[in-house]
């Protein structure tokens, strides 16, 4: 009765899940729906705004007079919303020559601008403009990151909403009518190419469509070029984006041009970071003279004391772990389920180290998600090779990894359904293999090629909640480190305990080495100790202590001589004895990266991420000059013009201005709650940029040689998070973009916008990191979806544009780019999102971030 009972309480449990997991769909389907919405409600709005402050009606005199708007300032909301729609209308100039293209403004006197706090983001900057580059009305969905984990410059806040006054609303029918406009005007009709780039990009053209020729269109499938309108139409996510081609360009202008791919190629010269954080066994030294350990997608083979690293580039997505044959030459490493198309699927290489080549590619195909675990047999030489998938029951698999370039699968069983940390074969008994992970220890017997399982056994012994690591001693004894900081002996031959060393650690046991001398060393991760065992396993009173910012120890690896190599869990590689200090060779983050700032006259970078730390590089050396934690996670950073000071962004909205060299903190200031994706100082430093996931461009005025900062006023117009700016020359203007796909151009003296073509498509910008304009149209790939290039800069020389995508690519390009799909070079090493690139000053580098696989490349131009 009570199992009848219980089957139908476990069957309306089961139709109860299948009716909320429907109403999740509806409901994750409307919120796309909305989205779509609010970009296309945005759009209307910011055109109909547009209208209103610069709409004329001809007097009988066929003079223009300007015609109110029936917003009023005093009736807007007093605290505008996150997509903000409050504009401050200007009646526009009335001026015979208006048509011409205006003069440049002057940079403005070192003097205290007034404060605008509520500026109008459609100010027009001649009498007559058409809009600024801006996605045409269209539903489209929610921006999304086409790699499984989403970064965050691409996703939008939780908290955007559109605010639509009664004002907006009334405008919107107002303005629908094509009664109130009229068609002839003298000093239009001597200038009909002023007439059509009045109309273009907004509604005043569908008024205006009967009176305008048809324009021949011609272009690719994601691109359309407008000749007579002077307009190539890029279409991002299916959604047409205006760009105006420079004066210059016009006439000339093809989308059928060919353009030719950059002379100058990419070699990878130098990479910063360790994978420690949630890897182990992954730190060995080598016959060369290296060590080898690997990041991201990159095996690294680093030799200290020449200051040379070789790189193994066979990989296409993140190396999981690596193992050592017993020649100390041949190495396998394995990886993850790839976005690459030439090797998706996880696989195993085995290659050399000295020549780099690779002699095998094992199990393509053969496993799920990732391979977790590798390790070469010892007893018989080396032939076989053990593989551990990630995938629900772990399998595992013996391969005759000789056998062909592929291999041969010897067999494979289910392992474990827990998580499986580590395996290794036994160093003198042929036919048994060791696996462990959480709350288990395996044994394994592989003679007549099968897998027989044996569990071991803690028995008196609490059992651990994780056996973390494991290492054998000259007699065939085996030793394992657990998490509750003890170290278990198992005698040879035996799947039960012989010997427990209590409290060896306080926490888990992390690594345990066996030394040539006969000597053992285990290392803790909580309390960062490596403390050395003699051949009884009784302390022979030898230890260290790493400091706190290295983290704990995740591997350890007897290095040249008497040295020791010490991988930890931030990351990093240390180098030393235990009786002499130790002292760091490899540094890097812990946690996602996207500030980067280079130098402007020193071969010296600044990275900054959601670890809190700054990391001050120096190109040559390869090594850190200084760091810093600023107790917040960093998602921008820029160096003033001069190079005397870094100012540095946060995701909580604050940002700070430090003095380069000394650390010291001149300024601090807060704009917005939410991230700032961008912060920047114009070319003569005399003004900040500051763009925020808010929406707004925050303008700052700079004082007192970069110590004080007083805020001019905010630019308000996008509809989205701002994503990437650049100053103008003449540190007049600034560009910027938006995550709705949005190109906006402001004057910053005012915290205008710039509406007039006449005088944006002409501008000279100082730097190239908007990723939406004419001039990088040829970096988005066919069918982008807006989200794909993370990233872009321009060389010192005007000659080079470099990318970084959510591929993990790095992609460099002849500059211009303003032909569809330009061709470039491409290069990987990176295993996730690219989030930010930069040439250093001579051009002779380039500085790449990898996001969350936590790496710094550095890219030698040849």
């Known amino acids: 009765m009570e199992d009848g009972i219980q089957d139908i309480i476990n069957h309306d449990n089961d139709a109860l899940r299948d009716r909320v997991a429907d109403l999740e769909k509806k409901v994750q389907e409307q919120a796309d729906e909305i989205v779509c919405l609010r970009g296309t409600l945005a759009d209307v709005l910011r055109r109909v705004t547009q209208l209103e402050g610069r709409a004329v009606i001809i007097t009988s005199n066929n003079v223009p007079t300007p015609v109110k708007s029936s917003f009023s300032s005093n009736t807007l909301p007093s605290k505008p919303s996150n997509i903000n729609y409050q504009r401050q209308i200007t009646s526009p100039t009335t001026n015979s020559n208006s048509h011409h293209p205006a003069p440049q403004t002057p940079a403005q006197p070192n003097r205290r601008l007034s404060h605008y706090p509520s500026s109008g983001s459609l100010h027009s900057e001649g009498g007559h403009s058409s809009s600024s580059a801006s996605p045409i009305p269209s539903p489209s969905p929610s921006i999304t990151n086409s790699r499984s984990s989403p970064s965050p410059r691409h996703t939008p806040s939780p908290n955007r909403h559109i605010s639509m006054s009664t004002s907006n609303l009334n405008s919107m029918k107002k303005w629908s009518s094509s009664q109130e406009y009229l068609t002839s ?66 006439q000339d202008y093809s989308l059928n041009k060919v353009s030719n791919p950059p002379s100058q190629r990419l070699k990878l010269e130098w990479v910063y970071g360790y994978r420690g954080r949630d890897c182990r066994s992954n730190l060995y030294f080598l016959p060369t003279g290296e060590m080898v350990y690997f990041i991201a997608s990159v095996v690294v083979l680093y030799n200290v004391e020449d200051q040379i690293q070789r790189h193994y580039m066979g990989h296409t997505d993140d190396i999981k772990c690596l193992a050592l044959h017993p020649n100390k030459l041949i190495i396998a490493t394995g990886q993850v389920a790839s976005t690459d198309r030439r090797e998706r699927r996880p696989h195993v290489r085995i290659w050399d180290s000295v020549s780099l080549n690779t002699l095998h590619v094992i199990g393509a195909g053969e496993f799920e998600r990732a391979v977790c675990c590798v390790a070469f047999s010892h007893a018989d030489g080396g032939s076989l090779l053990c593989v551990i998938d990630e995938s629900v029951e772990h399998t595992l698999s013996l391969w005759d990894w000789q056998k062909g370039e592929k291999g041969h699968k010897i067999t494979e069983t289910k392992s474990a359904t827990e998580t499986v940390l580590a395996a290794e074969f036994h160093p003198m008994d042929r036919h048994t293999l060791i696996t462990i992970g959480r709350g288990h220890i395996y044994f394994w017997d592989t003679e007549g090629g099968t897998l027989a399982k044996k569990l071991g056994l803690f028995e008196k012994q609490d059992k651990p909640r994780y056996v973390l690591c494991m290492s054998f001693t000259e007699t065939g004894e085996l030793l394992t480190g657990d998490s509750n900081g003890n ?87 240390l180098q030393g004895t235990l009786s002499l200090n130790f002292s760091l060779v490899v540094q890097g983050h812990t946690e996602e990266i996207w500030a980067l700032a280079v130098h402007p006259n020193q071969s010296q970078f600044i990275t900054g991420g959601h670890d809190h730390y700054i990391h001050l590089w120096d190109t040559m050396s390869h090594s850190v000059v200084w760091s810093k934690d600023i107790g917040e996670s960093v998602q921008s950073a820029c160096f003033s013009p001069d190079g005397s000071v870094v100012a540095l962004a946060t995701t909580s909205g604050r940002w700070s201005v430090l003095d380069a060299t000394t650390r010291q903190v001149y300024s601090m200031h807060a704009d917005g709650s939410e991230s700032i994706d961008c912060i920047k100082f114009s070319p003569d430093g005399r003004f900040l940029a500051v763009g925020s996931h808010d929406n707004y461009i925050y303008v700052y005025q700079v004082d007192d040689e970069y110590k004080k900062y007083n805020r001019i006023g905010r630019c308000m117009g996008h509809s989205s998070f701002i994503t990437h700016l650049d100053w103008s020359d003449d540190s007049t203007y600034i560009q910027t973009n938006s995550g709705d796909y949005e190109l906006l151009f402001w004057n910053a003296g005012v915290c205008r916008q710039v509406s007039n073509m006449s005088i944006a498509r002409d501008i000279k910008w100082n730097t190239q990191t908007c990723t939406i304009g004419f001039s990088v149209l040829g970096i988005w790939p066919e069918n982008a979806d ?26 460099i390009y002849s500059y211009l780019s303003c032909q569809p799909k330009s061709p470039h070079h491409s290069y990987g090493g990176h295993s996730s999102h690219v989030t930010n690139v930069d040439f250093t000053p001579d051009d002779t580098r380039l500085i790449s971030l990898g996001g969350r696989d936590c790496s710094i490349m550095q890219w030698a131009l040849t």
């Open 487 to 573: 170290i278990l002996v198992w005698s040879r031959g035996s799947n039960k305990v012989a010997r427990t060393i209590y409290n060896a650690h306080d926490g888990g046991v992390f690594s345990i080495c066996s030394m040539k001398d006969g000597t053992f060393l285990s290392g803790g991760g909580r309390d960062r100790r490596i403390i050395e065992w003699d051949h009884a396993l009784t302390r022979t009173g030898r230890e260290a202590k790493l400091p706190e910012q290295t983290g704990g120890i995740r591997a350890l690896a007897q290095g040249k001589g008497s040295m020791l190599l010490v991988g930890t869990t931030r990351n990093c590689i």
């Open 185 to 250: 005007n003298n000093n239009a009709s001597d200038h009909p190419k002023f007439l059509k780039r009045v109309t273009t990009g907004s509604l005043f053209n569908l008024n205006m469509r009967s009176v305008t020729p048809n324009h021949a269109r011609h272009g690719t499938k994601d691109a359309v070029l407008m000749q007579e309108e002077g307009i190539v139409k890029l279409y991002l996510r299916g959604r047409p984006i205006a760009l105006h081609i420079p004066t210059d360009y016009l």
């Open 786 to 811: 807006g989200s794909d290039v993370n990233t872009c800069s321009r060389s010192h020389s005007h000659k080079l544009l470099a990318t970084g995508d959510d591929f993990g690519k790095v992609n």
